[in-house]
């Protein structure tokens, strides 16, 4: 009877942030994040390859969010701005491997004081610790490198099925599908008729390692399975609230470590029995800084000024579509290469890049070395020229229509009918970047904590250069 009345309550029009107030019953938490998987190799977002029921089943449950980005294209920092709900330059800890601002609060620590357990199995990749207080869940590889990708899931059955009064938050983080992609059946894959997508080099090798990457999105599809298992078991799927995402790109060229879609898109679905209609889609923009504050307001907390990001219940609801206007994304490649700064901003419909040192040649060293990479470079086609000379030598400005390039293959930044949208689109990252004190260029150098504590990033602009 109670949860009943949890669930009218969430369904009428009371804020939401109250109702969970006024209930001594709160919902549980289940956040699965993927590790280097591209949004259109998820069955419900258009894979043509391979087959994801576990998380096709999560999307006829719920809702599927067809704009959801990260804002950075790397590990650290997406983790980063997940845990704190911080634009990377806000926190401070937006280059690969670097570490937070000393000060900055996450999400074990908001939802602890909300009465939350909050656990975390699998890859952490998160710097200070300190500021990071998860309760470390067993089970899950931690190492996102490691070749080896066995797991159990006795530690989140524990962490789930505790005796306690306490909610849960426990955030299953896999490493898959991670490089070196040893896990999953690869056999299962056909080289021969692979349909890869078309920013990439069509070589053996790249089939060969394409495969090898998608049987490690099978593995990761059996693991959400497995949790989803467990939830149903111990009859915690009425009142538990689960979001999957899929992380930036995988680690081929043009994805991972770049600002176009195949790397700051993801895959984003929400289920939440008896509050989220199932079947249903929307396309407001949302980012991933928005997860913490929605997980502060369904535990009846009030989302504090820092958190950059906005809640999302209104959308889990069904009240509204629109969300965010503008998505905004950063890349510094230092430590992963040379210096090569990039910013970029989408309204849905158009993506603007901004290369901020056009004259440079784009290096990530791990890309380089590997196998199906060393294979581009020796086809001498027009296709392999193409696509390398894009992934490598890019103009100041790239403007695409998303919707119709979802690749991002024609640029539209020269043409004359694009002045005005290209104008607007510079206008307002230029604002964003002032708002987040990103001074561009002198930003993608070696990282030095900054000990002090996160401001408001509106309380004191500085300058843009």
Same mark, same amino acid.
């Given at each position: 009877?109670?949860?009943?009345? &949890?669930?009218?309550?969430?369904?009428?029009?009371?804020?939401?942030?109250?109702?969970?107030?006024?209930?001594?019953?709160?919902?549980?938490?289940?956040?699965?994040?993927?590790? $280097?998987?591209?949004?259109?190799?998820?069955?419900?977002?258009?894979?043509?390859?391979?087959?994801?029921?576990?998380?096709?089943?999560?999307?006829?449950?719920?809702?599927?969010?067809?704009?959801?980005?990260?804002?950075?294209?790397?590990?650290?920092? =997406?983790?980063?701005? @997940?845990?704190? %709900?911080?634009?990377?330059?806000?926190?401070?800890?937006?280059?690969?491997?670097?570490?937070?601002?000393?000060?900055?609060?996450? !999400?074990?620590?908001?939802?602890?004081?909300?009465?939350? *357990?909050?656990?975390?199995?699998?890859?952490?990749?998160?710097?200070?610790?300190?500021?990071?207080?998860?309760?470390?869940?067993?089970?899950?590889?931690?190492?996102?490198?490691?070749?080896?990708?066995?797991?159990?899931?006795?530690?989140?059955?524990?962490?789930? +099925?505790?005796?306690?009064?306490?909610?849960?938050?426990?955030?299953?983080?896999?490493?898959?599908?991670?490089?070196?992609?040893?896990?999953?059946?690869?056999?299962?894959?056909?080289?021969?008729? !692979?349909? !890869?997508?078309?920013?990439?080099?069509?070589?053996?090798?790249?089939?060969?390692?394409?495969?090898?990457?998608?049987? #490690?999105?099978?593995?990761?599809?059996?693991?959400?399975?497995?949790?989803?298992?467990?939830?149903? $078991?111990?009859? @915690?799927?009425?009142?538990?609230?689960?979001?999957?995402?899929?992380?930036?790109?995988?680690?081929?060229?043009?994805?991972?470590?770049?600002?176009?879609?195949?790397?700051?898109?993801?895959?984003?679905?929400?289920?939440?029995?008896?509050?989220?209609?199932?079947? =249903?889609?929307?396309?407001?923009?949302?980012?991933?800084?928005?997860?913490?504050?929605?997980?502060? #307001?369904?535990?009846?907390?009030?989302?504090?000024?820092?958190?950059? +990001?906005?809640?999302?219940?209104?959308? @889990?609801? +069904?009240? =509204?579509?629109?969300?965010?206007?503008?998505?905004?994304?950063?890349?510094?490649?230092?430590?992963?290469?040379?210096?090569?700064?990039?910013?970029?901003?989408?309204?849905?419909?158009? *993506? @603007? &890049?901004?290369?901020?040192?056009?004259?440079?040649?784009?290096?990530?060293?791990?890309?380089?070395?590997?196998?199906?990479?060393?294979?581009?470079?020796?086809?001498?086609?027009?296709?392999?020229?193409?696509?390398?000379?894009?992934?490598?030598?890019?103009?100041?400005?790239?403007?695409?229509?998303? =919707?119709?390039?979802?690749?991002?293959?024609?640029?539209?930044?020269?043409?004359?009918?694009?002045?005005?949208?290209?104008?607007?689109?510079?206008?307002?990252?230029?604002?964003?970047?002032?708002?987040?004190?990103?001074? %561009?260029?002198?930003?993608?150098?070696?990282?030095?904590?900054?000990?002090?504590?996160?401001?408001?990033?509106?309380?004191?602009?500085?300058?843009?250069?």
């Amino acid at each position: 009877m109670e949860k009943s009345l &949890i669930s009218l309550c969430l369904l009428s029009g009371l804020s939401i942030g109250n109702s969970f107030a006024q209930t001594p019953s709160k919902p549980n938490i289940l956040l699965i994040v993927a590790d $280097d998987c591209a949004y259109y190799d998820i069955g419900c977002f258009g894979a043509v390859n391979n087959k994801t029921p576990n998380i096709d089943a999560l999307a006829r449950q719920g809702i599927k969010f067809n704009c959801a980005y990260n804002s950075v294209s790397m590990s650290t920092p =997406t983790r980063h701005c @997940l845990y704190t %709900g911080m634009y990377p330059m806000h926190h401070g800890g937006y280059a690969n491997h670097s570490r937070v601002n000393d000060d900055v609060k996450s !999400l074990p620590s908001y939802l602890g004081e909300l009465g939350y *357990r909050v656990g975390l199995a699998g890859k952490w990749h998160i710097n200070p610790l300190a500021n990071f207080p998860f309760e470390e869940v067993s089970g899950f590889p931690k190492g996102c490198t490691s070749p080896k990708t066995d797991y159990t899931t006795d530690g989140i059955k524990e962490f789930m +099925g505790r005796e306690t009064s306490q909610p849960f938050c426990l955030v299953l983080a896999s490493i898959n599908p991670h490089v070196p992609w040893t896990g999953g059946n690869a056999s299962v894959f056909d080289r021969k008729k !692979l349909q !890869l997508p078309p920013h990439f080099v069509d070589t053996e090798a790249t089939r060969e390692y394409y495969a090898r990457y998608l049987a #490690e999105i099978g593995l990761l599809d059996q693991q959400i399975g497995d949790a989803m298992k467990i939830l149903q $078991d111990k009859d @915690l799927l009425k009142n538990t609230l689960i979001i999957f995402i899929s992380e930036q790109g995988p680690q081929f060229a043009g994805a991972k470590w770049t600002n176009w879609s195949a790397g700051v898109k993801s895959a984003m679905l929400a289920s939440w029995k008896g509050v989220i209609r199932p079947g =249903t889609e929307t396309s407001a923009i949302v980012q991933y800084e928005d997860i913490l504050p929605t997980f502060i #307001e369904i535990a009846g907390g009030n989302v504090p000024d820092v958190i950059d +990001g906005k809640s999302l219940v209104n959308i @889990l609801q +069904g009240k =509204t579509e629109k969300h965010h206007k503008y998505a905004y994304h950063v890349h510094n490649n230092i430590p992963e290469g040379p210096a090569y700064p990039i910013r970029s901003i989408s309204d849905g419909k158009y *993506r @603007l &890049i901004w290369n901020l040192t056009p004259e440079a040649t784009y290096i990530e060293k791990h890309i380089e070395k590997n196998e199906w990479h060393v294979s581009w470079k020796t086809q001498d086609t027009e296709q392999a020229r193409r696509i390398l000379k894009r992934y490598q030598h890019r103009p100041e400005y790239e403007l695409y229509d998303i =919707t119709k390039d979802p690749f991002e293959l024609d640029n539209l930044a020269d043409k004359i009918e694009y002045k005005q949208k290209k104008a607007e689109l510079i206008r307002e990252l230029e604002s964003w970047m002032k708002q987040q004190k990103d001074t %561009g260029i002198d930003k993608d150098v070696p990282r030095t904590p900054n000990k002090k504590r996160a401001q408001n990033p509106s309380a004191a602009l500085l300058p843009f250069s």
